[in-house]
Nanobody, 124 residues
Framework: VQLQASGGGWVQAGGFLRLSCAASGSFVRLNDMGWYRQAPGKQRGLVATIGRGGAASYEDSARDRFIITRDTTKNTVSLWMYKLRPEDTAIYYC???????????????????WGQGTQVTVSS
């Protein structure tokens, strides 16, 4: 499973960015998808996740400013980020829990996959 993220960039505080991530490759289905971020000197942490049915959860600082959506027909997940703050500056990674098939046994295999990251910079 390959995840390709896009949409990062530079924005002033209070601005808006939309991140997108597209999954490709060989998989049976994508389960939860989400976005994580890692700021300099900090550990990677959850921003938001969304299930196949659309149920979403958010990290506290993102809850009232960000919206996560997904298109199960296109295997994409997006993060709409409003009212951006300097502390949102980080590398953002998309993530997907996917079911694949073992080529030898044909049994289901469940794994977590990561995109390459996209930089978001918010200036004050």
């Amino acid at each position: 499973v390959q995840l390709q993220a896009s949409g990062g960039g530079w924005v002033q505080a209070g601005g808006f960015l939309r991140l997108s991530c597209a999954a490709s490759g060989s998989f049976v289905r994508l389960n939860d998808m989400g976005w994580y971020r890692q700021a300099p000197g900090k550990q990677r942490g959850l921003v938001a996740t969304i299930g196949r049915g659309g149920a979403a959860s958010y990290e506290d600082s993102a809850r009232d400013r960000f919206i996560i959506t997904r298109d199960t027909t296109k295997n994409t997940v997006s993060l709409w980020m409003y009212k951006l703050r300097p502390e949102d500056t980080a590398i953002y990674y998309c993530n997907a829990d996917a079911q694949t098939t073992d080529p030898t046994s044909s049994r289901p295999v469940f794994g977590t996959f990561w995109g390459q990251g996209t930089q978001v910079t918010v200036s004050s």
